[in-house]
């Protein structure tokens, strides 16, 4: 049986809101990351080697090889975000068709005497 005292220690429990990194470990500057790809790839360097040379992983660092491989990269902005950086979620809509959603859905309150967005939804 579960008394109340020993449901609150479960009810006290706060989850983290903010999340402080503790250590240092495969943090890299600025295109470091791209530096030991491109040696890999436009210099024709062994993986290995270029991992022990650089303290990355041998298996990070060929992911990010084939991150590389994979696609097309214009400039270095976005060749860090494709090869080991956190890229934006998916779009369903284009901007322009979000700008004009929005439009529509501010005009619709307007019209309907102050709906809210979430009223709309339904």
């Given at each position: 049986m579960v008394s109340l005292k020993n449901l609150s220690i479960f009810v006290k429990c706060n989850m983290v809101r903010h999340y402080i990194r503790k250590t240092e470990r495969c943090?890299?500057?600025?295109?470091?990351i791209l530096k030991a790809v491109t040696k890999v790839v436009a210099e024709?360097?062994?993986?290995?080697d270029v991992s022990k040379a650089t303290s990355i992983p041998k298996r990070s660092l060929l992911r990010y090889v084939k991150n590389f491989l994979a696609v097309e990269i214009k400039d270095?902005?976005?060749?860090t975000t494709i090869i080991g950086g956190h890229q934006k979620p998916r779009k369903v809509?284009?901007?322009?068709q979000e700008s004009?959603?929005?439009n529509y859905v501010k005009r619709a309150s307007d019209i309907n005497h102050g709906i809210t967005t979430t009223?709309?939804?339904t």
């Open positions: 943090m890299y500057p600025d295109g470091y024709n360097q062994k993986v290995c270095e902005a976005e060749a809509l284009k901007s322009k004009n959603l929005r009223e709309s939804q």
